[in-house]
Structures are given as structure tokens and as C-alpha cells.
């Protein structure tokens, strides 16, 4: 059975860092590419990031240079970390992966992100 855990949001002033996780299980999980999207209120779903099975990173441009996903497959985990964070990187931040013909998402975890 697949589960996926997000965990790591809060409230945080702006200019300030947070950092996320999501734990996967039932999954090879190294194989994966592993996402991170975010949707604020009122807004679609959008994608934030990615890291693929090989280390390969890729990012919006409304986040280069603040935030860093990373993984760390012997936990089967993967994080985001973000700094400088704006009022606009408010949302609910959900990870995101392919498996075995599936679509998983977590269930969210809320970045609050105040001015």
C-alpha cells in the first residue's frame, strides 16, 4: 500500500525559512521522480519543483534561487527547503509522484507565510 506524509509547514514572517517533507512508502523509491506542488487560495495547483531518480533538480522561476528540493532515499524522503520566503508562497504544499501507472499526492501540508 502506497502513503505518502507530508509534514513541515507553520507560519513563518517573511524573509524567513521553512522547511518541508514527505515521507513515501509502499514505493522503490529511489527510482522515482519526486515533486513538490502548491496551491494557494482561490489559485490552481502549480508545481514548485522536482528531483529525479539521478539528482537532476528542476524549479519554478517564481522560487529559483530560494528553494532547494532534495532527497534522501535511505529514508525514502524528500524535502524542500525555503528561505526568503515571500507573502505569495502561502499555500498548501503537496508532494507529488508517478508510480505503477498512478498519480499519488499527499494529503498537504500549509506554508502561512506573513508580511
Known amino acids: 500500500q502506497v502513503q505518502v506524509v507530508e509534514s513541515g509547514g507553520g507560519l513563518v514572517q517573511a524573509g524567513g525559512s521553512l522547511r518541508v517533507s514527505c515521507a513515501a512508502s509502499?514505493?522503490?523509491?529511489?527510482?522515482?521522480?519526486m515533486r513538490w506542488f502548491r496551491q494557494a487560495p482561490g489559485k490552481q495547483r502549480e508545481w514548485v519543483a522536482d528531483?529525479?531518480?539521478?539528482?537532476?533538480?528542476n524549479y519554478a522561476d517564481s522560487v529559483k534561487g530560494r528553494f532547494t528540493i532534495f532527497r534522501n532515499n535511505a529514508k525514502d524522503a524528500v524535502y524542500l527547503q525555503m528561505n526568503s520566503l515571500k507573502p505569495e508562497d502561502t499555500g498548501v504544499y503537496y508532494c507529488?509522484?508517478?508510480?505503477?501507472?498512478?498519480?499519488?499526492w499527499g494529503q498537504g501540508t500549509q506554508v502561512t507565510v506573513s508580511s
Open positions: 528531483i529525479t531518480s539521478g539528482g537532476r533538480l
Open positions: 507529488n509522484f508517478f508510480f505503477g501507472g498512478v498519480n499519488y
Open positions: 509502499g514505493i522503490i523509491f529511489r527510482i522515482n521522480t
